[in-house]
Structure formats: structure tokens, C-alpha cells
């Protein structure tokens, strides 16, 4: 069993849905890191948090680290949101982070 | 300006040669990786450098060599390519004081090495 789990593996909507994907790890982290993939290959961090909740234009990032839980949500999809989306988390006791799988979004017209 | 760049983009070559991949970043980060992607998706951190000194060195071949001329630059060498050393190449920097879990990561393009 993977440290860092991320849910659903693969998720597929319709433009303008409200799409959230889960991170649920089970190791002590001091951070907790949302990657995207694009199709093209290129991977491009989006958040890196330790508490509470960020927000950048239509995607926002929570995590609680009680229930070491985190979410990634969309609003308003649209279908350049389509890419792999990874989680990870970064340890305090070195300098690794641990990965989950990724969830490959499909939004389609 | 490329923030994280690293060449080529695509690298074919045949089993038993010596390869190099160049990465270089333009943003003043003291810390830069090299990750294996391999055919899961699965992101594998190979090697780590803070200062040029090497802080991560898991458990990959001894064909895999990186070189740190600088905190700029983080190159991979990779001798005797073997056909299981196919996937993607990813070169990342993060900012001081190195650790990844409080510096978001920026990403080069990433190679991707096909050995035939």
C-alpha cells in the first residue's frame, strides 16, 4: 500500500462540473504538494500547503492534517483542465517527498 | 524565459551507449533533482544536489552519474544504456534551504530516453 493514496485514478466530466480529487497519506508530513501533468508531458506545481485551504483562480487546495486528508477542487471545468494531477507529500525528515499515483482528468465539450 | 530547462527533449539511442541529459535553471534555487518517470506515471526521485553537494542518491545504478559544475546546472550522465533505462527524465529546483516539503518544485520539460 502506497503511503500517499490518491482517489479516483481516473476521473471523467463534463465541462462546467465541480471536480475534486482526494490525497489521503498515511505518514507524519510537514507539506503537502499538488502537481499538474499536462498531456505534453510538462508538470507544473500548483500548491504546496500545510494547513487550511488555498485558492488560485478556479482551483483551490484544502488539507487537515488531523485526518491527513487532502483535496484538490476544480470549479467551473473546462476541458484545458485535462491533465494527470499528482499529490505528494514532503517529509520533514529528509528531503524526499512521497508520491502518489496521479489521477488522470478527462473534461469533455 | 525557461525557468528549469533541460535538453534534448527526446533521446533515441541504442543499448550499451553513454548519454547525457543537460539541466539547467534560471532561478536562483540552490537544490535541483533528477526524478525517473517511469511507464506507471509513478514520480521516483533518483538524485538530489543543495550547493552543488549531492543530499540524495537513492538507489539507482552506478551507470547514473550526476554532475553539479554549479547550483545552476544539474546534468545526468547514464553509461551502458540498458532498455530498461527507457522513460522520462525530469529535472526539478527548489529554493533554499533545499527541502522540498517547504519550496514548491519547478519542473524542466523532462526527456524522454527511448534505448533500443
Known amino acids: 500500500k502506497n503511503e500517499v493514496e490518491q482517489s479516483p485514478q481516473n476521473l471523467t466530466a463534463q465541462e462546467g462540473e465541480f471536480i475534486t480529487i482526494n490525497c489521503s497519506y498515511s505518514?507524519?508530513?510537514?507539506?503537502l504538494h499538488w502537481l499538474q501533468q499536462h498531456p505534453g508531458g510538462g508538470i507544473v506545481s500548483l500548491f504546496m500547503l500545510s494547513s487550511g485551504k488555498k485558492k488560485h483562480g478556479r482551483l483551490i487546495a484544502t488539507i487537515n492534517i488531523q485526518e491527513k486528508h487532502s483535496s484538490l477542487h476544480i470549479t467551473a471545468s473546462h476541458p484545458r483542465d485535462s491533465a494527470v494531477y499528482i499529490c505528494?507529500?514532503?517529509?520533514?525528515?529528509?528531503?524526499?517527498?512521497?508520491w502518489g499515483a496521479g489521477t488522470k482528468l478527462i473534461i469533455k465539450p | 524565459d525557461t525557468a528549469v530547462s533541460q535538453t534534448p527533449k527526446y533521446l533515441v539511442t541504442q543499448m550499451g551507449n553513454d548519454k547525457s541529459i543537460k539541466c539547467e535553471q534560471n532561478?536562483?534555487?540552490?537544490?535541483m533533482y533528477w526524478y525517473k518517470q517511469d511507464s506507471k506515471k509513478f514520480l521516483k526521485i533518483m538524485f538530489s544536489?543543495?550547493?552543488?553537494?549531492?543530499?540524495i542518491n537513492e538507489t539507482v545504478p552506478n551507470r547514473f552519474s550526476p554532475k553539479s559544475p554549479d547550483k545552476a546546472h544539474l546534468n545526468l550522465h547514464i553509461n551502458s544504456l540498458e532498455l530498461g533505462d527507457s522513460a522520462v527524465y525530469f529535472c526539478?529546483?527548489?529554493?533554499?534551504?533545499?527541502?522540498?516539503?517547504?519550496?514548491?518544485?519547478?519542473f524542466g520539460n523532462g526527456t524522454r530516453l527511448t534505448v533500443t
Open positions: 505518514v507524519g508530513i510537514s507539506a
Open positions: 526539478a529546483s527548489s529554493r533554499r534551504p533545499g527541502s522540498p516539503y517547504n519550496s514548491p518544485l519547478h
Open positions: 505528494a507529500g514532503g517529509m520533514d525528515s529528509n528531503y524526499q517527498l512521497i
Open positions: 532561478l536562483g534555487h540552490d537544490t
Open positions: 544536489y543543495n550547493n552543488k553537494e549531492l543530499i
